[in-house]
């Protein structure tokens, strides 16, 4: 080490660097970290006389981007994966999941099911995820054995399950969860209406009065289905939003879910009140629900962030498949073949993801100060070339099986594609078990 020289944790050297904010390719450029927290991005011959560090990475061949964000999952609905397939959505719901749900939810059940979801979110490049579930203190234990940032929701409904018996009570637990988990740096938590058709006007005004006590984002599902409109018309004489509108809830700490059926007067609405949406592509057609107006979306400025719901319906949480389809639906619908452009969809799976949930100060984007958040994308190989631009390469070409290292604040948690947590046989075990039983109650 030189006398000049600094100190630091890990030196991270890449073929490209996409920086997000500002919107930015480096090439042969190298990121220094420390304490978990990035110092420094500049060119690598800069890199290795500045810093002296305790770890170096190489990555020739790779992109590093920020780690992607999960702006809407069930992260424990992976024990449901391709349960019932090819099936609408409130038959779906009522027919197959809720049922299930009733029959098999406990602590355990989510303690598991998050933790497979973390393992392959974490193998896909996702750093952080927005969860809306049931038995949050399981969520919560899950995500910290893996070292996953997260935002857990904490959900609501007016009818009784397992969990909890009506809407104060599920928002009482799940505060209390809040504030066990209060000091832990990556966990943050979520208010979690459920949908306007599972909770009351009485309801949402405690949410939203909770919300700005303890600033915390509000995660709801909203106008997923013209069948929720219809029956909204029916029940309350206006559509959902104007609804949520009527209540005070469409603030920039509102993020809604999915938003597929929206006309231009609720699209202004929306960017008018700063509110975000949570964009669900695959999940939205493969429920046959539609396709939310993303581009228009944009253009109104209003901020989106990429999900990929549940794994039950999906059945991916693969935030690398939502970018591509992402794109390709908003050229399809507009007939705009420069409708949401790769520098634009990146945004929606990281920084995007960041603002809807206040995170935006701390991660997202690959930028001094922030939380060494990373994902590196091999692009070595044959199906990946040539390349001449990297970028557009990350979303039309590569897929998470590409992705070689993720860090969450610094620390590693795959390393050449491996996880870095040692509990898999474990979990293949848990999981094998959760099929047994489920399979059980199917063929009942």
């Not at 990035?38 to 020739?60: C, F, H, K, S, T």
């Not at 999941?97 to 029959?103: F, G, L, Q, V």
């Not at 397992?162 to 938590?189: C, I, M, Q, T």
């Not at 984002?217 to 559509?239: A, K, L």
């Amino acid at each position: 080490m030189t006398q000049t020289s600094i100190a630091i944790d890990l030196l991270i050297e890449a073929r490209w660097i996409a920086t997000v904010e500002p919107d930015t390719v480096h090439t042969n450029h190298a990121v220094a970290i420390d304490q978990g927290r990035i110092l420094d991005i500049l060119p690598i011959a800069e890199a290795r006389m500045r810093y002296q560090a305790g770890d170096r990475v190489v990555l020739d061949d790779h992109i590093l981007i920020p780690g992607l964000v999960n702006l809407h999952t069930h992260a424990a609905m992976s024990l449901m994966r391709g349960l019932a397939d090819d099936l609408p959505l409130m038959t779906w719901l009522q027919k197959h999941i809720w049922p299930t749900e009733a029959a098999h939810v406990s602590a355990q059940f989510v303690l598991d099911g998050t933790r497979l979801a973390c393992a392959e979110m974490l193998k896909g490049g996702i750093t952080c995820f927005n969860d809306m579930y049931f038995y949050p203190e399981a969520t919560a234990t899950a995500a910290s054995e893996f070292g996953m940032r997260a935002q857990i929701g904490i959900t609501t409904l007016e009818f009784p399950t397992g969990y909890a018996s009506d809407a104060d009570d599920y928002l009482n637990k799940g505060l209390s969860v809040r504030e066990k988990w209060l000091h832990n740096p990556l966990l943050g938590f979520c208010l979690a209406p459920h949908a306007p058709y599972t909770v009351a006007d009485r309801s949402f005004e405690r949410v939203l009065t909770l919300s700005e006590q303890l600033n915390l984002p509000i995660h709801c599902h909203i106008h997923e289905t013209q069948q929720e409109i219809d029956d909204s018309i029916q029940q309350y004489q206006m559509r959902p939003l104007h609804r949520l509108q009527g209540l005070g809830m469409l603030t920039p700490s509102f993020i809604g879910v999915h938003a597929v059926h929206l006309n231009d007067e609720e699209l202004i609405l929306l960017a008018n009140t700063g509110a975000s949406i949570a964009h669900c592509p695959t999940s939205n057609l493969k429920l046959a629900s539609g396709i939310a107006p993303v581009a228009r979306m944009r253009q109104l400025g209003i901020n989106v962030g990429l999900g990929t719901d549940g794994a039950a319906s999906n059945n991916r949480l693969d935030l690398f498949g939502e970018m591509r389809l992402a794109a390709l639906l908003a050229k399809g619908s507009t007939g705009d073949a420069s409708a949401l452009p790769a520098s634009q969809v990146l945004h929606m799976a990281t920084l995007g993801g960041a603002n809807a949930l206040g995170l935006a100060n701390q991660i997202g984007s690959i930028s001094p100060g922030k939380a060494a958040d990373l994902c590196a994308v091999n692009l070595a190989g044959l199906e990946n070339k040539p390349c001449f631009d990297p970028l557009s390469h990350l979303i039309y070409v590569a897929g998470r099986e590409n992705v070689s290292h993720v860090w969450v604040a610094g620390k590693c948690c795959v390393d050449h594609k491996t996880l870095c947590i040692t509990s898999q046989n474990d979990l293949d075990s848990s999981i094998a078990l959760w099929q047994n039983k489920l399979e059980v109650r199917r063929e009942a």
